[in-house]
């Protein structure tokens, strides 16, 4: 059995049918912004291998910083112990993170970041006296992970919901933020979407801990862009309610907005707050949760004065020492030039898309660029015109999209829009 025909047999893929799987890529190496295949192909990975690697791949000071620290201590538990690069780590995200996330908590996906965010907020209000507020408020068009409760907060719709009914806890959606980015924001709050979310919120309040939303960018929902007025408002209706405001930075954090974190982009703080994919810049799966000083104190003053999770590889070194190599690259504010360049790029070499036959718009926001089709658009049809054009593009929904690295030259940047424009005229 080949190689190929083994993978496609027995190793599931995101999202597949292992019974009967479409091709996939034989990845051998990866440097800068270029995967190469086993056959010598090169591509641009215009998906920052799921929005992660935003040095590129590679990179040679994470790549050091790694290998200096599995040389001296790869991993050790995390429970009665300590070690540098997690204390650095610390250091670095509560330097740089919204003044008032004071405390981190380290976990290694995405996907338990949220778990953890939403059981914080849960022990938050038990230990405030309202064991009744279990369930969370969140927009339609939202995506938090796969596991079990961050789904449960992921759009009905696209998340597939029906399927998963009983098993599902069943939380309370406001429609999606009606307000497109860079539009003029109504007064009107039935307008722009607030008047909704203080119906929702006040209905519900004595059941709700937290309102968890993307900050401005809804990510795997739907590449949409929404007005930062929104963020400010919900700020406001969860401090008149006591529900704590949950921003999930996993896709937005890190520089890809053109601003450090999607927050900036409002000057709100959350209570608490998730990051993962590009903290490590993508050399290692890891996560971290922010939570204010008020969240933790509230939890370690109730029952049982302990917050309840702890991950076996919790705080890995090695991981560690790769966030902070990652957050090195970014602490000269070059990335912010960088990305800034990107946008700019990718504004004017998209706009003739917007005249294509099939294109509903086009849209950019630092280093993230979609054409949204007025159709499902096909991944598997996608990629063997990837590999023809040397640009890695993964569509999903009716989005052809790409989210570089922010390392990429201007020319690499022009094969991405090019790219992107030949899969809207064929898909
Ligand atoms: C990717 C993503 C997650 C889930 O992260 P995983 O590492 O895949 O578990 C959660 N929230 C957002 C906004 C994401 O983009």
């Known amino acids: 059995m080949t190689d190929a025909a083994f993978d496609r047999d027995h190793l599931w893929h995101p999202y597949t049918n292992v019974m009967a799987q479409g091709p996939t890529y034989m990845v051998d190496s990866a440097e800068g912004a270029w995967i190469t295949l086993d056959d010598g192909t090169r591509m641009i ?10 040095h590129g791949h590679r990179n040679p000071a994470i790549t050091a910083a790694m290998h200096a620290q599995i040389d001296r201590l790869p991993h050790v538990m995390f429970g009665g112990l300590t070690h540098a690069p997690a204390v650095e780590l610390g250091r670095r995200l509560v330097a740089m993170t919204p003044e008032r996330l004071q405390h981190v908590f380290y976990c290694d996906s995405g996907s338990v970041a949220v778990e953890v965010a939403m059981k914080m907020a849960v022990q938050h209000q038990l230990a405030a006296g309202n064991p009744g507020r279990t369930r969370f408020a969140t927009p339609r068009g939202g995506y ?68 968890i939303l993307e900050p401005v960018v809804q990510g795997a929902g ?13 700020r406001r209706l969860c401090d008149e309610m006591g529900i704590l405001l949950i921003f999930d930075e996993i896709a937005t954090g890190f520089g890809r907005t ?86 700019a790029q990718m504004r004017s070499e998209l706009a003739p898309a917007r005249d294509m036959p099939g294109v509903a718009d086009v849209r950019v926001l630092g280093a993230i660029a979609v054409i949204e089709m007025d159709h499902e658009v096909s991944a598997d049809r996608a990629h063997p015109i990837s590999r023809e054009t040397g640009v890695w593009l993964r569509p999903f929904g009716r989005n052809i999209y790409a989210m570089p ?16 424009i030949r899969l809207a005229g064929v898909l």
């Open 45 to 54: 990975d215009a998906m920052s291998s799921w929005w992660c690697t935003i």
């Open 144 to 211: 938090h992970g796969d596991t079990w409760k961050a789904m449960s907060v992921c759009d009905p719709v696209n998340g597939m919901h029906h399927l998963f009914e009983g098993a599902l806890n069943v939380q309370y959606f406001a429609p999606r933020p009606p307000v497109a980015l860079g539009q003029d924001w109504p007064e009107d709050d039935e307008a722009n979407g607030t008047a909704a979310l203080s119906r929702l919120l006040h209905e519900h309040g004595d059941q709700i801990a937290g309102l």
């Open 222 to 234: 739907g590449m949409r862009f929404y007005h930062p007025e929104y963020l400010r408002r919900a």
């Open 258 to 343: 053109g601003e450090l974190f999607a927050a900036d982009l409002a000057g709100v703080a959350p209570d608490i707050m998730c990051l993962g994919k590009a903290l490590t810049g993508g050399h290692m799966s890891f996560a971290a949760v922010m939570a204010s000083g008020a969240v933790a104190r509230r939890i370690g003053e109730g029952e049982p004065g302990l917050f309840m999770h702890g991950p076996t590889f919790m705080g890995n070194p090695l991981a560690c020492a790769a966030a902070c190599a990652s957050l090195d690259l970014l602490a000269d504010g070059t990335w912010r030039e960088r990305v800034e360049a990107i946008a």
């Open 405 to 420: 690295p922010f390392i990429l030259t201007p020319d690499e940047v022009s094969k991405v829009s090019a790219a992107m």
